[in-house]
Every structure is written in C-alpha cells, then in structure tokens.
C-alpha cells in the first residue's frame, strides 16, 4: 500500500468516525498527523495535452451547430444535439493544459455550456463526473513542487462543481454512492491542495482555492447529506488551509471564508467545529516557537487574513460567538 493510498483509508475512516458520533474536538489534529505523514515527493513530468487545435476546432464546430439551430428557431424547447462521447473525451482532456485558449475559454467554457444548458447525456454526465473525481486527475503531481499539473486539478474541481449543482436542482443523475465517493475525494483534496497561486502570468487562472469553495458550496447545500458529513468536508477544508504554506491573493480566502460561514449559521455542530479550530489556529502561534522560515510566517498571514475576512462580513452571516471571538483575538493576529 502506497503512502496516498494509507491516507486515503485514514480519511475514509476518520468520515465513519463521525458518522458513528466518535470524534468531533480532535478531528482537526487527527487530520493534520495523516497531512503531515506524506512527505513531499520530488518533481517529475507533467504529461499535457497535445490536441488543443483540435480540440479547439470540434469546440468551435459545436458552437455553430447550436447558433445554427438557436437561429432557425429560437423558441425551440428541444435541441436536436449531440455531442460524440470521443469528442466529449478530447475537449475534456483540455481542462489540464497550461493555455488559456484550450482550457480556460476553451473546454471549461464549452463544458460550462453544455452542463448548465442540459446538453449532456445522463451517462455522459456521470462519465464526466467519475473521471473529474479520479486520482488520476485530482491528485496529478499533487505533493511535488509547483507545477502545470496544477490546472488539471483545479479545472477538474470546478466542472465538478458545476455537476454538483446540475445534479441537486434538476434531474439527479449520480447515485448515493457516485455522490459518497465525490464527497470523499474533493475533502481530500482540499486537504491536500498546496499550491495557492491565483492567475499565473500567460497561462492565466488556476485559482484552486476558489474552485474548492465553489465545490464545498455545492455540497453543502445537498439536503439530503448528513450533518456528519458536511462538518467532514468543513474540517478537511480547515485542515489544508491551516497546513498551506502558499499566500492566497486573488480572493481565494475571502470565498473559502463566505462559504464555512454559510455553513456555520445553518446548525450549532458547525459553528462551535468552527470556532473551535480558530481557537486551535490561535493556540498554535501561543504554544509554537515564533515563526523563522516563510512557510511558517505564511501560515501565520493566511490564519490572519482568515479572521480579517470573516471581520468583513456582515454580522447577520456569521455565528455570534465566531465574530465575538475574532473581534476578540484581531489585535493579537494582525
């Protein structure tokens, strides 16, 4: 068994426990030990796509196939379109490479399209959520060094988001156990992200962190998942936030923030996990030895703007006792 593999059991075990109501106030610690167990691995290869023009072309061709149609009768309630399963395969394959004219404007948007306008099959649906949400492209190069491999991670989180939504407000088409095994791959994930960069010169938007808000947002509005559940994926969120070593500058924080605030005014188990981790950011910089390398004194700026963020909310959108309490420790982090 691999180290990835290990953790992935711990998660999935550490999920059950509380389900079974057998860990809440260390659930933040018992993940961090599993985090800091996987050691950093050297950087290797990032295979990328190599069909863009391609890809790009077919993207195009569809374009006007729909524009085609939506002309000739605008009031139509039934779009006679169908994209191929191979073509759907190739365009999806374009949310990892490195040009914004392949990934970004490209397949994103074209999927984006096709999602929202209920272009898909049912099974093309479900095809694309399994593969989004598979090692292979949630985890690519996750524990080296920056890397391209960033944008197939990122990317695939965010369609995933868009299934996500697709699947709560119009015809379901993910089974429990599709949407259980989503649930325990984006909270590993967002345990596990460590690159923060924002927009990245020529190649545009990564933005994983906006993306795992965007992915948890979705989640948490699923009314049938239980409340055990739901704290799972909130702490796992907090976990890797506080591990993160990156400096988040593009609004990453301030949607994370919003999205776990959110959450925390829906029922009190949220709230105090909440303020409970705070308090537990707090006691880190009391009881650790005073930050002397970069990694350690962002951690200590991401855990402040952190609190700044939730400063800026509205009262009414979080928990009394969570903007009692930053109102209370501002001075000390800022």
Do not use: C
Not at 40 to 48: F, M, N, R, S, Y
Not at 103 to 118: E, P
């Amino acid at each position: 068994m691999t180290e990835f593999e290990k953790l992935k059991q711990e998660f999935v075990a550490l999920r059950q426990k509380v389900r079974d109501g057998n860990v809440f106030q260390s659930l933040g610690n018992l993940m961090a030990e599993a985090l800091r167990e996987m050691p950093p691995k050297q950087a290797t290869e990032v295979i990328l796509p190599v069909d863009g023009e391609y890809a790009l072309q077919r993207i195009q061709e569809y374009t006007h196939q729909l524009d085609l149609i939506a002309e000739a009768d605008p009031d139509t309630q039934h779009i006679d379109f169908h994209i191929t399963d191979t073509d759907l395969h190739v365009i999806t394959e374009q949310l990892a490479n490195p040009q914004p004219q392949y990934r970004d404007t490209g397949a994103f948007f074209f999927l984006s399209d096709m999602v929202q306008n209920d272009l898909l099959a049912p099974e093309q649906l479900r095809w694309l959520a399994e593969y989004l949400s598979s090692d292979e492209q949630l985890f690519s190069h996750i524990l080296e060094p920056h890397n391209d491999g960033i944008y197939r991670r990122s990317f695939s989180v965010m369609i995933l988001s868009l299934l996500l939504y697709a699947n709560r407000v119009k015809q379901p088409f993910l089974s429990d156990g599709q949407l259980d095994d989503m649930i325990d791959q984006i909270a590993l994930y967002a345990a596990l992200e460590r690159d923060g960069r924002g927009f990245i010169g020529q190649n545009g938007w990564a933005h994983a962190f906006t993306h795992i808000g965007n992915a948890a947002a979705e989640i948490f509005l699923m009314p049938q998942l239980m409340r055990a559940d739901k704290l799972f994926l909130m702490s796992a969120m907090l976990a890797g936030f506080r591990e993160l070593s990156d400096p988040l500058t593009f609004g990453e924080t301030g949607r994370l923030v919003e999205v776990l605030s959110k959450l925390a005014k829906q029922h009190a188990l949220y709230s105090d996990y909440m303020l409970l981790t705070l308090k537990n950011w707090r006691k880190d910089l009391v009881t650790q030895t005073p930050p002397k390398t970069q990694a350690r004194w962002q951690q200590f700026y991401n855990r402040s703007q952190f609190f700044h963020e939730i400063i800026m909310l509205s009262p009414s959108d979080v928990p009394k006792a969570i903007t009692d309490y930053v109102n209370e420790t501002k001075n000390y982090l800022s």
